[in-house]
């Protein structure tokens, strides 16, 4: 079994940098007619991950979003705590219909996403985590991202 080094410890609000879609991401979207739509909970999500690598991350992930809805749509987001955990689930819908593209390409990757899925693993496992392709508490299908919480921001920096 393969080991990966340690990441560096950074703890950052997940919901904060949902939030903060880096401009890359945005830009990739909007050429592809891809809004987003982001549920977010009030209360801060805290992990730990770099800047760079959730960057690194998303960036993944909109591409297999772009690929997945080639006719446009919405990328939904929702975020939330479940019980130690973070939980993100990214879904996919269609312009014309509810699609299951994010979570097809992304539970069965071929030439154009195989990379962005390995990436998308790398980094999740790094940091003690899980990405696959699972119903979202809506019942969407679509990818769902697990990271384990941190102690809170604020007792952090007390």
């Known amino acids: ?16 940098m949902l939030r903060d879609v880096p401009p890359a991401c945005m830009t990739l979207l909007q050429a592809n007619g891809i809004a987003l739509d982001q549920r977010l909970p009030d209360e801060p999500l805290p992990v730990d991950v770099g800047d760079h690598e959730w960057e690194l991350l998303l960036a993944n992930v909109s591409r297999i979003a772009c690929l997945a809805m080639q006719g446009g749509g919405t990328l939904q987001l929702l975020a939330r705590s479940e ?9 996919d819908v269609g312009r014309d219909a509810c699609t299951t593209g994010l979570a097809q390409l992304f539970g069965k990757p071929d030439e154009r996403t195989a990379g962005c899925v390995r990436a998308c693993e790398y980094i999740v496992h ?3 985590g899980r990405i696959y392709a699972a ?4 019942g969407s299908l679509g990818l ?3 990271l384990p919480l941190r102690p809170s921001l604020s007792a952090a920096w007390q």
């Open 126 to 128: 790094r940091h003690g």
């Open 1 to 16: 079994m393969q080991t990966h080094p340690s990441p560096p410890s950074t703890r950052m609000d997940l919901c904060q």
């Open 144 to 146: 769902t991202l697990r």
């Open 83 to 91: 019980g130690s955990r973070a939980v993100v689930h990214f879904m």
């Open 135 to 138: 119903p979202s508490s809506l």
